[in-house]
Structures are given as C-alpha cells and as structure tokens.
C-alpha cells in the first residue's frame, strides 16, 4: 500500500526506536518524512530511507526549544512544501524512588515528554492551518497514561499530560479537518527499554539483565513484547483516511497488557 504519496510526515525521536520504525513504515508507503532527533543517527535514518527509495530529510532538534521546533517545521516546508502529518514521538525516562528523585529529573521528563508535545503540535497545527486541506497530529503517551507505576511519578504525570494535550487539541482543531490522536505503546523493545530493564530492575530486587522483562512479557496476553513495527501499524492507520472520523483518542498498543 503507498496510502501516504505526496504527504509530508514529521515524527520526533526518531534516531532509533519506535520514531524510526514508524518512519521507515511510513517511507515504505511513499510519504515525505522528516526525520527529527537531538542526535546526529537520526541522519543515518534518513540516507536508509533513501538508499531502500524513499524520500526523506533530517533534522537535529530539541523539542523542548521553540525555536528549534520552528526550524524543524520550516525545514520540512522547505524541502517538501506543506506538512500532512506531525508524530511528536521524543521521550525520555528516568527511574528513581521518591526521596531519590531530582527536580531536574523532574524538569526535564515533563519538558521533552509534555512541552515537547505541545511545542510540536502548536507549531504543526499551524502550518496545516495554513494550507487548509487538514491533517494529523499523533502523540506518543506511554501505558503509564493509563496506570501509573512505581518509580515514575514524573513520566507516568508527563504521559497523562500527553492526553490531556490530545483531548483538548482534538476539540479545538475538529472542524479543520484536523485529527489529534495519541497511543500508549506497552513494552516495546528500544534503547529506552534497555535502560528500564536494568534500573527498575535493580530497584525492584536485584534481577539480572533481561530478567525483569522476561517476567513482564509473561504477564502480557500475547506473551510477546512489542516491536516498532507493531507500533507503526497503528500510527500509519491513524494518519490514514480510514481515521478520518477518530479524534481525541488514546489507544493501546501493547499485546492486551492493559485494557483500559
Ligand atoms: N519503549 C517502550 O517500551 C515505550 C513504552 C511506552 C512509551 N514509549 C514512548 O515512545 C517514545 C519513543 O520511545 P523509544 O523506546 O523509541 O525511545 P528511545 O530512547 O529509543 O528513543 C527516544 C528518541 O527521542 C529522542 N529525544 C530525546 N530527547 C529529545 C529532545 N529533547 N529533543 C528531541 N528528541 C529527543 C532521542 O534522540 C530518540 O530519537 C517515547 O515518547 C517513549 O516515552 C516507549
């Protein structure tokens, strides 16, 4: 399927992961893509969208700058003329019990997972405003919108925030055209994983690497974690014409791990 020919997508975070999973899946269905990080990988991913015949430009940003962020959007008007699509899809983690946690853990959870959302998508909705044939904003929000978990308070408030975002968004925006959607991935096998499994592993009673996520994939339906793939089917659905009726949504992506 090449649902996305002449659509211009935009997705953060997307160096590694679940950004470029979706990116490439994109790519694969004839998009634009602008592929955004801040880190210098994210230029790999673009000349691999490239080299396998996709078109694709990269970006280093900081979604917590809104000076970047408006350069990020200029470039991927400049390149390829309007935006369709905006995934605002960088996050990041720390773990740590309560009397541990730093307010800079704090600041910087909810500044890349939360302003960094609303940077991206303010900026977005503007340009796709502008050109008035409507468009998609989708945000990457986690499980722990749905259920907070130990040792995350700021993640699990940051993640929430992402779908307060989405629902407000969504009502203001509903008649340009313009859907607002948001997905909780589940346990999804990235770098980020990779960290969580060694410090909540620690934290929760010393398991070896690779342990900890062992026991929590036993605990999902599927008995399965997930991929970036499982991930960018849903999105590309979501940016598709057939979700042209679905707006303010927070939808699960994560083997039936949590059905709420
Ligand atoms: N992996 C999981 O199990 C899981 C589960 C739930 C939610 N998520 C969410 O999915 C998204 C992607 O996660 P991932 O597992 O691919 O993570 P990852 O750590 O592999 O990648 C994070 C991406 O965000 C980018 N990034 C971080 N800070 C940034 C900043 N200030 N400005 C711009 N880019 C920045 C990084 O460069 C990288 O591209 C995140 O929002 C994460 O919270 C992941």
Redesign the pocket.
Known sequence: MRRFENKTVVI??????????IAKRFAREGANLVV????D??HAIAEQIRTDGGKAISFV?????RA?VKALFDAAENAFDAVDVSI??????TISRIEDMTEGEWDKVM???TK?VFLCAQEAIARIRKHGRGGRIIN?????ARDGFIYTPH?AA??MGVVGITQSLAKEVATDGITVNAF??????????A??DEVWGKLLGNYAPGELMKEWVRGIPMKR??S?ED?AGLVTFLASEDAAYITGQTINV?GGLIMS
């Open positions: 953060t975070g997307a160096s590694r992961g679940i950004g470029a999973a955004s990080a801040n880190e990988a994210v940003g900081d979604v917590t700058d970047s605002q899809n960088a996050g990041v983690i500044a890349v997972n960094g990457t929000a986690s499980g722990q993640y940051s993640k909780c991935p589940g346990i999804i096998e990235t770098d980020m994983w960290y969580n974690a997930g970036g991930v994560d």
